[in-house]
């Protein structure tokens, strides 16, 4: 790998339904913006919206991608989200295995031919 600043980094959100989880990993994957999306089993979410305590079933999705795509990973996937206030939370990895974070930076380099 050629640039040692680059990192992974982990992002975490969240979808209402399983339906909407595989089109949010399928069209980040497809996008070159995320390596790996792992789809986690639905969740009880429990939160305060608009005043109120809401008690949702959720599906966590764990989304992996090189520190130099995460804007552009976040941008896409909070336009892409069904939610006003979709969770798109980041975390720089401490470390990662360097052969898996060089496959995860060739798999989000922008294809050829594509914007």
């Known amino acids: 790998m050629s640039d040692e600043s ?14 909407t989880a595989e089109r949010l990993a399928h069209a ?6 995320a ?6 089993a639905p969740c009880r979410s429990v939160y ?5 305590v809401c008690s949702e079933e959720e599906w966590p999705m764990l989304i992996k ?12 996937l909070r336009a892409l989200h069904p939610y006003e206030v979709p ?14 974070l060089a496959w995860a930076v060739e798999q989000t380099r922008p294809l050829p031919g594509a914007r």
């Open 6 to 19: 680059l990192h992974l980094v982990l992002v975490l959100s969240t979808a209402p339904d399983r339906a």
């Open 65 to 76: 991608t090189p520190s130099d795509r995460r804007d552009a990973l976040c941008a896409r």
């Open 35 to 40: 390596a790996c999306v792992n789809i986690l």
């Open 48 to 52: 305060r919206w608009q005043g109120e």
């Open 87 to 100: 969770e798109i939370v980041t975390f720089a990895a401490s470390s990662a295995l360097p052969d898996y």
């Open 28 to 33: 980040l994957v497809t996008e070159s913006l």
